[in-house]
């Protein structure tokens, strides 16, 4: 059972992709993010993770994002469960990726960095 006013976040990697559009994008990963809000699904062309998603969607709850994880082929033993979302960071990207100087109320649009081995770091997209 889950604490009070904490939230899901998981991801899982397909065994089968499928394409996202004409255009050749193929869907290789699905994250599911609850919030206070609903429920938002996001869906990736990469299993990198430090990459955001490419495509979203949102649902009104987990069940309902969770089913639409199995009309994606994902199983219940498919989900690996994310640690809380840290402070600043993107929801949609699986490792904690933040605008540079976010924690101290000066965020830099043009700059990010990465929390790698507990360290926060430069990071580029």
């Given at each position: 059972?889950?604490?009070?006013?904490t939230y899901v976040?998981?991801?899982?990697i397909?065994k089968?992709?499928?394409p996202?559009?004409?255009?050749?994008d193929?869907?290789v990963?699905i994250?599911?993010h609850?919030?206070?809000?609903?429920?938002?699904v996001?869906?990736y062309?990469?299993t990198d993770k430090y990459?955001g998603c490419s495509f979203?969607?949102?649902?009104?709850?987990l069940?309902?994002a969770?089913?639409?994880?199995?009309?994606?082929?994902?199983?219940e033993?498919?989900w690996i469960?994310?640690?809380?979302?840290l402070?600043d960071?993107f929801p949609?990207?699986?490792?904690?990726?933040r605008?540079k100087g976010?924690?101290?109320?000066?965020?830099?649009?043009?700059?990010y960095?990465a929390l790698?081995?507990?360290?926060?770091?430069?990071?580029?997209?």
């Amino acid at each position: 059972m889950r604490k009070k006013g904490t939230y899901v976040r998981k991801y899982a990697i397909l065994k089968e992709p499928f394409p996202l559009n004409n255009y050749g994008d193929m869907c290789v990963k699905i994250m599911i993010h609850e919030t206070k809000y609903g429920v938002y699904v996001y869906l990736y062309t990469t299993t990198d993770k430090y990459q955001g998603c490419s495509f979203d969607d949102w649902y009104e709850d987990l069940k309902e994002a969770e089913e639409y994880g199995v009309e994606c082929g994902v199983s219940e033993n498919d989900w690996i469960i994310l640690d809380e979302l840290l402070p600043d960071c993107f929801p949609s990207i699986v490792a904690p990726v933040r605008q540079k100087g976010s924690d101290v109320g000066e965020s830099n649009k043009n700059e990010y960095e990465a929390l790698v081995d507990g360290v926060w770091v430069n990071f580029e997209f």
